[in-house]
Nanobody
Framework: QLQLVESGGGLVQAGDSLRLSCAASGRGFSRYTMGWFRQALGKEREFVARISWNKQSATYGESVKGRFTISRDNVNQAIDLQMNSLKPDDTAVYYC??????????????WGQGTQVTVSS
């Protein structure tokens, strides 16, 4: 069982950077793929990024590729999402999740409560 808590969201301007963090507590963190998803108002939840348990692999959604970077610290049970060159379209609630090596939300077993990111133009 894992508990996930996101932090770092806020209001920024287009072109700014923001770093989200997700702290995990419980057992088994280092065995899970960790991912970030986001959900904009009125839209479905969207895959943003994932990183494998051993940090060897990371993939990104097309809309954030080249701008966002996911990282993890298995010792401290945490992951980050560095977001650069933010756009108004990045405005959403961002969720941290733990699960299998997948990009679909149904393959993730544990979720945080989300943190709001708002990018003004």
């Amino acid at each position: 069982q894992l508990q996930l808590v996101e932090s770092g969201g806020g209001l920024v301007q287009a072109g700014d950077s923001l770093r989200l963090s997700c702290a995990a507590s419980g057992r088994g963190f280092s065995r899970y793929t960790m991912g970030w998803f986001r959900q904009a108002l009125g839209k479905e939840r969207e895959f943003v990024a994932r990183i494998s348990w051993n940090k060897q692999s990371a993939t990104y959604g097309e809309s954030v590729k080249g701008r966002f970077t996911i990282s993890r610290d298995n010792v401290n049970q945490a992951i980050d999402l560095q977001m650069n060159s933010l756009k108004p379209d990045d405005t959403a609630v961002y969720y941290c999740a733990a699960g299998g090596w997948a990009t679909t939300e149904s393959d993730y077993d544990y979720w945080g409560q989300g943190t709001q990111v708002t990018v003004s133009s």
